[in-house]
């Protein structure tokens, strides 16, 4: 079994195309900060990074195809369960990001190729 992560497409690094400019990246990240306020008002908690496992069962909602990749990519690189609750935050951040309200399979997927590849 192999996990599908997305490959990105020659034309679209070869692409004379600017990307997206700061200005709109700077608000897609503030609408984003507000969504993770909104989440955790009430709580002690500002941001996704500082939630615990417990927090993270909570908060990380994942569809069905999200959490089949999730399990293929903890056998397959053999994740630690502290990498498991890493990559969920970092997708629930990605899919703050889309304003996405459930984890997708392409927000893990975004989040593992982040992950620090291990040199052996």
């Known amino acids: 079994m192999f996990i599908e992560v997305p490959h990105v497409d020659y034309e679209k690094l070869s692409d004379d195309r600017l990307g997206e400019p700061s200005g709109k990246i700077r608000e897609r990240v503030e609408i984003a900060r507000e969504r993770q306020l909104a989440r955790f008002k009430g709580t002690r908690l500002v ?23 999730l399990k293929a990519a903890m056998k397959q690189l053999y994740l630690s369960a502290r990498a498991f609750h890493r990559i969920l935050k970092l997708s629930r951040t990605i899919a703050d990001l889309e304003g996405a309200d459930i984890i997708k399979s392409h927000h893990v997927a975004e989040a593992i190729q982040y992950r620090p590849r291990r040199i052996e």
């Open 47 to 69: 941001c996704n990074a500082e939630m615990t496992p417990t927090e993270v069962r909570d908060f990380c909602h994942t569809e069905e195809a999200a959490q089949s990749l």
